[in-house]
């Protein structure tokens, strides 16, 4: 198959009058030659497709549902708004339950319709559990950690940590010398702690300035702004993080936002009750919050709002692309996916002026 497009982000810069050529649903060769004709032919802009590391569900649905039907029509949700790789996200629950939740999602994953499982919890601050049903929240232990790896056939691709909980800088190096990738988040550690659990491997910050201090010397949130190159999640809803909080980010650094929809099952869909776990959520102008107190209990974002979201504050079309699809598959270890690249699969969205996206369907993409 062969794509001409009038523009593409090729290596974080937009090029001009670019061919693409895929074979077998990957990419074969990237040029400005082009002789062949092509199957499908654009004026617009060429991106890759977007990589969500934090996402629970949409459509109505939850990726924990026991109906993997279900679990299906959410992943589609999802990508019908260009998201072409998602890590099904889980929320805090009983230790067994979840070993059946990442059992059932451990097919999905080997067939490729998920890119990995990220547990958020149950390893995190009371003091912080946001929309986590704090009774169930622990210090984790290894053999536990282990366990579960093992029952999900290693397909758990991160976990998320409050890394002051006991026996939490052990558990970073035994995950990390697991291949799993691990957040920090839903904490309130101070900044040591914070700086320990990075040397130990933590890899990313789960939604930075959420379920953590949002500023303040000597905390979590001070702590990851100072590790050069760290990256942090956002929640770009208009809701999550503020302009100031954007800013802040920007200034620490450049290239360090990964964008993340933390949706939960009203993703997509319409105002009214749901539930998180255990929990009874109301959503109302797209928001959604517990009813039990009222904070946020993750969003209905989908991650093409969340890039037009990025774009509005400033951002560059190419910086976009690296906060919503490079930046994140690069710190999940996720090589086959993030840029247009030769070799890496074929994952484009079609883009418009404004910021209309557009996923090109390539015949090798895993069929739901």
């Given at each position: 198959m062969?794509?001409?497009?009038?523009h593409a982000i090729?290596e974080n810069?937009?090029?001009t009058?670019?061919c693409i050529?895929i074979?077998?649903g990957?990419?074969?060769?990237?040029?400005?030659d082009?002789t062949?004709s092509a199957?499908?032919?654009?004026d617009?802009t060429?991106i890759?497709?977007?990589?969500d590391?934090?996402?629970h569900?949409?459509?109505?649905y939850?990726?924990?549902d026991?109906?993997?039907?279900n679990v299906?029509?959410?992943r589609e949700?999802?990508?019908?708004h260009?998201?072409?790789?998602?890590?099904?996200?889980?929320?805090?629950?009983?230790?067994?339950?979840l070993?059946?939740?990442t059992r059932?999602?451990a097919?999905?994953?080997d067939?490729g319709?998920?890119g990995g499982?990220h547990?958020e919890?149950p390893?995190?601050?009371?003091?912080r559990?946001?929309?986590?049903?704090p009774?169930?929240?622990?210090?984790p232990?290894l053999?536990e950690?282990?366990?579960?790896l093992?029952?999900?056939?290693?397909?758990?691709a991160m976990v998320?940590?409050?890394p002051?909980?006991?026996g939490?800088?052990?558990a970073?190096?035994?995950?990390?010398?697991?291949?799993?990738k691990?957040?920090?988040?839903?904490?309130?550690?101070?900044?040591a702690?914070?700086?320990r659990?990075?040397?130990a491997g933590?890899?990313?910050?789960?939604?930075?300035?959420n379920?953590?201090?949002?500023?303040?010397?000597g905390?979590?949130?001070?702590a990851a702004l100072?590790?050069?190159g760290?990256?942090?999640?956002?929640?770009?809803?208009g809701?999550?993080v503020?302009p100031?909080?954007?800013?802040?980010v920007k200034?620490?650094?450049?290239?360090?936002?990964?964008?993340?929809?933390?949706a939960?099952?009203a993703?997509a869909?319409v105002?009214g009750?749901?539930?998180?776990?255990?929990l009874?959520?109301t959503v109302k102008d797209?928001v959604a919050?517990?009813?039990?107190?009222g904070?946020?209990?993750?969003s209905t974002l989908?991650m093409?709002?969340?890039?037009r979201?990025?774009f509005n504050?400033?951002?560059?079309l190419?910086e976009?692309v690296?906060?919503?699809?490079?930046?994140?598959?690069?710190?999940?270890?996720?090589r086959?996916?993030?840029?247009?690249?030769v070799?890496?699969?074929?994952d484009l969205?079609?883009v418009?002026?404004?910021l209309?996206f557009?996923?090109i369907e390539v015949?090798?993409?895993p069929?739901?």
């Amino acid at each position: 198959m062969h794509i001409h497009a009038a523009h593409a982000i090729i290596e974080n810069v937009l090029a001009t009058d670019i061919c693409i050529e895929i074979q077998h649903g990957l990419i074969k060769a990237i040029n400005r030659d082009c002789t062949a004709s092509a199957e499908y032919s654009t004026d617009k802009t060429l991106i890759p497709g977007f990589v969500d590391i934090h996402c629970h569900g949409g459509g109505g649905y939850y990726f924990s549902d026991p109906d993997i039907e279900n679990v299906k029509k959410a992943r589609e949700v999802h990508r019908a708004h260009g998201t072409t790789t998602l890590i099904a996200s889980l929320v805090t629950e009983p230790i067994g339950i979840l070993e059946e939740q990442t059992r059932r999602l451990a097919p999905l994953v080997d067939a490729g319709i998920f890119g990995g499982i990220h547990l958020e919890g149950p390893y995190l601050s009371e003091a912080r559990c946001g929309a986590h049903q704090p009774s169930l929240l622990r210090d984790p232990d290894l053999e536990e950690i282990g366990a579960l790896l093992d029952g999900a056939g290693d397909t758990i691709a991160m976990v998320t940590v409050a890394p002051e909980r006991d026996g939490a800088i052990e558990a970073i190096q035994y995950l990390a010398s697991r291949g799993v990738k691990v957040a920090l988040g839903h904490s309130q550690a101070d900044s040591a702690t914070t700086l320990r659990a990075i040397g130990a491997g933590a890899s990313v910050i789960t939604h930075f300035s959420n379920g953590m201090p949002k500023s303040g010397e000597g905390t979590i949130a001070s702590a990851a702004l100072s590790k050069e190159g760290f990256p942090l999640e956002l929640i770009l809803d208009g809701i999550h993080v503020s302009p100031e909080i954007i800013a802040t980010v920007k200034s620490a650094g450049a290239g360090r936002t990964i964008l993340v929809t933390d949706a939960m099952s009203a993703a997509a869909t319409v105002d009214g009750k749901f539930t998180i776990g255990a929990l009874d959520v109301t959503v109302k102008d797209g928001v959604a919050r517990l009813d039990s107190n009222g904070s946020l209990a993750g969003s209905t974002l989908t991650m093409d709002s969340a890039f037009r979201n990025y774009f509005n504050s400033g951002a560059t079309l190419a910086e976009c692309v690296h906060a919503a699809s490079t930046l994140p598959a690069q710190t999940l270890g996720l090589r086959d996916v993030g840029s247009i690249t030769v070799g890496k699969r074929a994952d484009l969205i079609e883009v418009t002026s404004n910021l209309q996206f557009k996923v090109i369907e390539v015949s090798s993409q895993p069929h739901l």
